[in-house]
């Protein structure tokens, strides 16, 4: 052991900002989530407020937004995983076949841009076009329909949160699976062509068998986070009049912790979705390991 740290000890010293890292600002504020069970006073701090137990979780169970946190945060994220997670493989397959380079690149540059844009723009835009004088409305009534307001009819936050997703996030995203398109040995290729194996072929026998594992490891990782939403963009988005299927678990973490400064009940709802998130990911992964030779342990 020792002869080993001697040897690397410049590979080991690399890793030491890291480890300080997750250790000062992962692992030590993990202590905090101990007043999930505590009737937490800032006054009184962590060691001096009233210790309450399993309330708080049994005051969400029990209350009024408790199913439709859960359920919104659960149908967005499946809907990401039917509609947002496929689509950065399909750009990328789509890239793979395009032969000309410069229209090449001129599609990956075009797809890349809105990932660079703030999330802030990025819902202003959204609430721009979908208001009642946005472009989509000037549209259906080019066409003969009638001026729809958009974000005040909860139906249709779904389907607006996803495709600006999409629209936002695919270019990006299609960045690992290229680089996974381009890790396959073209002599497979060659082999298969050889073989008699036309395009359809070769994309059932090596394109997708080769990135296989990628697709595999992203898509564990896509359901380890099946109950969180990052709040910002549904923040930027919703309004009271769409709380039905726009109110998730982080939004109501949100409101009940800072606005409402109710840290412990805050940090209870925290600790579930955790717990669920955790779950899911062991489950994913036994799955994955049952059924094919890829998992992320």
Do not use: C
Not at 53 to 69: E, M, Q, S
Not at 115 to 127: E, K, P, R, Y
């Amino acid at each position: 052991m020792l002869r080993t740290l001697s040897r690397y000890k410049y590979l080991y010293a690399m890793l030491v900002p890291v480890v300080a890292y997750y250790a000062l600002f992962h692992y030590a504020p993990m202590y905090g989530a101990i007043i999930a069970f505590q009737d937490f006073r800032p006054l009184k701090g962590i060691g001096g407020s009233e210790w309450v137990g399993l309330a708080h979780f049994i005051d969400f169970f029990t209350g009024p937004y408790a199913w439709r946190l859960i359920r919104n945060t659960f149908m967005i994220n499946l809907y990401e995983l039917l509609f947002s997670f496929p689509a950065p493989i399909i750009l990328a397959l789509l890239l793979n076949e395009i032969r000309h380079n410069l229209f090449k690149r001129s599609i990956q540059t075009i797809t890349y841009m809105p990932h660079f844009i703030s999330i802030v723009v990025m819902a202003g835009i959204v609430l721009d076009f979908a208001s009642s004088d946005g472009v989509i409305n000037r549209i259906i009534e080019m066409l003969g329909g009638e001026k729809t307001s958009f974000m005040t009819r909860p139906e249709w936050f779904y389907p607006i949160y996803i495709i600006s997703g999409i629209w936002q996030h695919v270019g990006w995203g299609s960045i690992i699976y290229l680089a996974a398109l381009a890790g396959i040995d073209p002599t497979l290729y060659e082999a298969g062509v050889v073989d008699g194996a036309g395009r359809w072929r070769q994309f059932l026998h090596i394109t997708l068998p080769g990135i296989a594992p990628t697709i595999i490891i992203m898509f564990i990782l896509q359901i380890g986070n099946m109950m969180s939403i990052g709040f910002e963009k549904v923040l930027l988005l919703y309004n009271p009049s769409i709380y039905e299927t726009a109110d998730v678990i982080a939004t109501y973490v949100y409101r009940k912790g800072l606005l409402e400064l109710n840290y412990s009940f805050s940090a209870a709802v925290g600790i579930f979705n955790s717990i669920i998130n955790f779950a899911l990911l062991v489950f994913a992964n036994r799955m994955s390991r049952k059924y094919s030779e890829t998992s992320l342990w």
